[in-house]
């Protein structure tokens, strides 16, 4: 049985979100899809994870950037020390604004060796409890990230927690 290289681990992990998002919010899990360059090339949408599929009229709109990060150990955050967490979210920020409609960010992360998933967003969801609130300093300027469990807000119904 061979290992599984870092990158496949993490293609991985970007296919499950956007399989685990699409069932969320479409209610198809082919709605959305792996940006198969991991975000590299610019299409329509930024990010990670974006909709491959036309979304009908009655679905909710793309409005989210998704970023996901997998591994990174050495990296694992705490109430003291997130500069990981502010450094991949500043990325996702400054792509947020150069796109017209993208503008909830979702930092979707999984740390080697820690149990659960991180959800970084931009937005306070309803009726979810929240993990903690970061402060993320931008060129003068204060963002606050909502921090929350990845798969218990995938228990909640979407428009109930974002619309």
């Not at 899990?29 to 329509?44: F, M, N, Q």
């Not at 591994?71 to 997130?82: D, E, I, R, V």
């Amino acid at each position: 049985m061979s290992k599984q290289n870092s990158k496949e681990i993490g293609n991985k992990f970007e296919r499950r979100v956007a399989k685990d998002l699409s069932k969320w919010i479409y209610n198809d899990p082919h709605v959305l899809k792996r940006e198969p360059t991991s975000g590299a090339i610019k299409h329509v949408y930024s990010g990670d994870i974006f909709p491959m599929k036309q979304i009908r009229e009655d679905q909710p709109n793309w409005n989210m950037i998704v970023e996901c990060k997998y591994g990174y150990a050495q990296f694992t955050p705490t109430l003291l020390n997130y500069n990981i967490i502010e450094k991949w979210y500043l990325k996702v920020l400054s792509e947020a604004n150069e796109t017209k409609d993208q503008k909830t960010i979702m930092l979707i992360c999984n740390f080697k060796g820690k149990k659960g998933i991180l959800l970084c967003t931009n937005k306070e969801l309803s009726g979810i409890h929240c993990k903690c609130v970061l402060c993320i300093r931008n060129n003068g300027n204060i963002e606050w990230v909502f921090c929350y469990d990845y798969n218990r807000m995938l228990k909640y119904s979407y428009k109930e927690v974002f619309c």
